[in-house]
């Protein structure tokens, strides 16, 4: 059973935290994704990308797909969501060191439609503390509400239960 975050991390601001687009923009969450629902998926580590990279095609599908005739039937996305949404490789410590190369690496197997909603962080702070991160092995996942505060958190490999609740908990708002 993966790790969940602590339920304490609840309620609590989103901390700030300064990152980087894929054209090296400045982008500071939550700061720039008020007003909207924020979903964030964070990986500190390869094997925590490797679970990340599981969950882009569904959540992008369900998120970000708009549903047309001809896509219907291949994604069928019946709701339009209109949120903020964000996928996170975190280089901190000693994965700093070879941040450039693995941006690069990234960037040259990811789609050019997912471009808008990758960022890269790094830095020396970790969030440990903030998120309440115990496995650097497993990827985080964060709804933030219009005020950046955390309504929700989960972590760990895919699960269409796991997507289902992200789902139920930007509805019910």
């Not at 990340?52 to 019946?78: G, R, S």
């Not at 450039?100 to 990758?118: A, G, N, V």
Request: glycine share 6%.
């Amino acid at each position: 059973m993966a790790f969940v975050p602590n339920r304490g991390v609840l309620g609590n601001v989103f901390p700030a935290m300064e990152c980087e687009d894929y054209n090296g923009k400045k982008v500071n969450l939550p700061a720039e994704t008020m007003g909207k629902y924020t979903l964030l998926g964070m990986a500190f580590s390869n094997d925590a990308e490797n679970d990340l990279k599981i969950w882009i095609n569904p959540i992008y599908n369900k998120f970000v797909v708009k549903a047309d005739n001809k896509n219907a039937d291949v994604f069928d996305v019946n709701y339009d969501y209109d949120i903020h949404l964000y996928f996170i490789p975190m280089f901190t410590g000693a994965n700093q060191l070879t941040s450039k190369s693995s941006k690069e690496k990234i960037k040259s197997h990811t789609e050019k439609e997912l471009f808008p909603h990758l960022l890269f962080y790094e830095g020396g702070k970790t969030y440990k503390e903030e998120l309440d991160f115990e496995k650097r092995s497993i990827p985080y996942f964060f709804v933030l509400d219009k005020n950046g505060k955390i309504v929700y958190a989960t972590s760990g490999k895919y699960d269409g239960k796991k997507l289902e609740k992200i789902l139920d908990v930007i509805e019910e708002n």
